[in-house]
């Protein structure tokens, strides 16, 4: 697969899933805007990208969001592909004194953001008749205990894929979504968890796992590549689950 020459935007690019996609474009002739909240992360993966755009931005934030897409033009003068790839995740219970802050907090970062900057750069990509791929989990199709506000936000995000891939075939646009299973990243330690802790659950996540693995982000960011290819040029609105098998076990 090659994207020479596209112009690809990745949020939360910084680390995990992100990261690694960024790289992978880079690696296939793309030029990338890496987009985080942490520059020194970001600074680590751009030298692994030749010579992408660094965006310090904090996605749930409007202004940041219309300065994603600005500077990504002034740049590179064009959008190609849009990843919208962001997201934290957060225990909640509705009985929780507090769960309504967190629905706003992660429907904010995981959805609304989403939305915002698809909203933004769709005119664009109608330009280049290119593509959009969120990124949601297998949390979009079944339930996770213990973590309402993160499922809701994901199926969310999978149904808004599904409208606006709808909205924008006219337009020769695809908009698709990914939904991984375990992934090893550090997003559960993002949450305020040690690493201790995050081990641990991984190793629990591990067992509902029809084959008894965790997914590399490598893996993650190679089926992302293909569906924004060429080689995915049949596929719209699809939600395209890699979880090694987390589904099929009860």
């Not at 080689?231 to 689950?241: E, F, M």
């Amino acid at each position: 697969m090659s994207f020479q020459n596209k112009v690809v935007i990745v949020t939360g690019a910084s680390s995990g899933i992100g990261a690694a996609t960024a790289v992978k474009f880079a690696e296939e002739g793309a030029k990338v805007a890496l987009v985080g909240r942490n520059q020194e992360k970001l600074n680590n993966v751009a030298k692994k990208c030749g010579n992408p755009l660094i965006i310090t931005a904090d996605i749930t934030k409007d202004e940041d969001a219309k300065r994603i897409i600005e500077n990504t033009l002034r740049n590179f003068g064009k959008i190609d592909i849009l990843v919208n790839n962001a997201g934290i995740g957060s225990s909640s219970n509705i009985l929780d004194e507090g769960v309504l802050q967190i629905y706003d907090k992660i429907l904010s970062t995981n959805l609304r953001s989403a939305i915002v900057l698809t909203h933004l750069a769709a005119p664009h990509i109608v330009k280049t008749k290119g593509n959009i791929v969120n990124i949601s989990s297998v949390a979009g199709h079944r339930m996770i205990p213990e973590f309402s506000a993160y499922c809701t936000a994901k199926a969310g995000l999978d149904h808004f894929t599904r409208a606006v891939a709808l909205e924008l075939a006219p337009q020769g646009v695809r908009v698709n979504v990914i939904n991984p299973g375990p992934v090893k990243t550090d997003i559960i330690e993002n949450s305020g968890a040690t690493k201790e802790m995050s081990d641990a659950a991984f190793d629990r996540m591990r067992t509902r796992t029809a084959l008894s693995r965790i997914s590399e982000p490598g893996e993650v960011a190679d089926l992302i590549l293909f569906v924004a290819s060429d080689k995915s040029k049949a596929i719209t609105g699809s939600s395209i689950v890699t979880d090694n098998g987390m589904m099929l076990k009860p």
